[in-house]
């Protein structure tokens, strides 16, 4: 796939993976339509994507397009908001090519410590934001001479560890969505790429929504192990994202942690976490 002169949406915007993608399109020459809650970080993305597209790498090819970035401040877990945003895009864009839905969050702790509350905060983002983008922006890709669906699952898509029922099973269900829908649209000049990354150092586990009750020792010492997993680049995994968009890759896993992950649960599909725990860190 092309992507000079194309146009991407991209949700979670201003900081990680969201970044880190929406910097490697703009460095292939391709327009801009950042989203995010963080109005700052938006503009460091957008001041760092131009950047990228005026001042590549020296083994990069240079762009000649003129980029255009617009900024949007957007809650994808807001129904109303999404359905009318593709209005606002195409006010200052000519049309939509790529949606990248990476826009995510994480609470941690067993089952039974996370509440309904903080389950359905979790599912509105993690999953309707991802159902209510794509069929706000479906039309608009479906007008498109050669457009892709970008739904940013991860390696818990695939694997589910203890700790994780809300954001294991909210990207099984964007995996299971994406892998649906690429059925659908199979023929169409619509394609759908689910993305699994492994662990990324973005600022995830920071950010992770912990139970009410849980102690604050014990939500330290969650986090911190957390972020032991969390070593690959934003940036490098970025890269790999935007060329399984040009590959028109269907899947693409991010990461040697999530590609032995995977191989791992397919050998293994009920004892993989058994034998994989035997290398996690406890402390």
């Known amino acids: 796939m092309k992507l000079e002169n194309r146009t991407a949406v991209v949700t979670g915007a201003a900081s990680g993976i969201g970044r880190a993608i929406a910097v490697s399109l703009a460095r292939r020459g391709c327009n801009l339509a950042l989203v995010d809650l963080n109005d700052a970080g938006l503009s460091e993305t957008a001041r ?35 359905a009318a945003f593709p209005q606002a895009v195409i006010a200052v864009h ?37 159902v209510r983008m794509t069929r706000a922006f479906l039309p608009l890709l479906q007008k498109s001479d050669d457009a892709r669906l970008v739904n940013l699952s991860s ?66 010492k969650r986090k911190a192990i957390a972020k032991k997993a969390l070593r690959m680049p934003p940036e490098a995994a970025g890269e790999i994202i935007v060329k399984g968009i040009e590959r028109r890759s269907p899947r693409v896993l991010v990461g040697n942690d999530a590609r032995f992950l995977s191989f791992l649960e397919r050998v293994a599909p009920i004892s993989y976490w058994k034998i994989f725990s035997r290398f996690l860190p406890t402390s």
């Open 155 to 220: 390696i818990y898509g695939i694997i589910s560890p203890p700790g994780q029922t809300a954001y294991s099973a909210s990207k099984f269900a964007v995996r299971g969505f994406s892998n649906s829908l690429l059925h659908e649209l199979a023929g169409s000049k619509v394609g759908v790429t689910v993305v699994h990354p492994g662990g990324i150092a973005t600022s995830i586990a920071d950010n992770a929504r912990v139970p009410k009750d849980m102690p604050p020792e014990e939500a330290a």
């Open 48 to 82: 760092m994507a131009q950047l990228a597209q005026t001042h590549p790498p020296a083994s990069t090819t240079p762009s000649t397009t003129v980029l255009r970035i617009t900024q949007h401040h957007l809650d994808v877990a807001d129904r109303r908001a999404v």
């Open 94 to 130: 000519p049309g939509v090519d790529i949606l990248v839905n990476n826009a995510g969050v994480a609470i941690g702790g067993n089952f039974e410590a996370v509440s309904e509350e903080d389950f359905e905060w979790l599912f509105e983002i993690n999953f309707w934001g991802v």
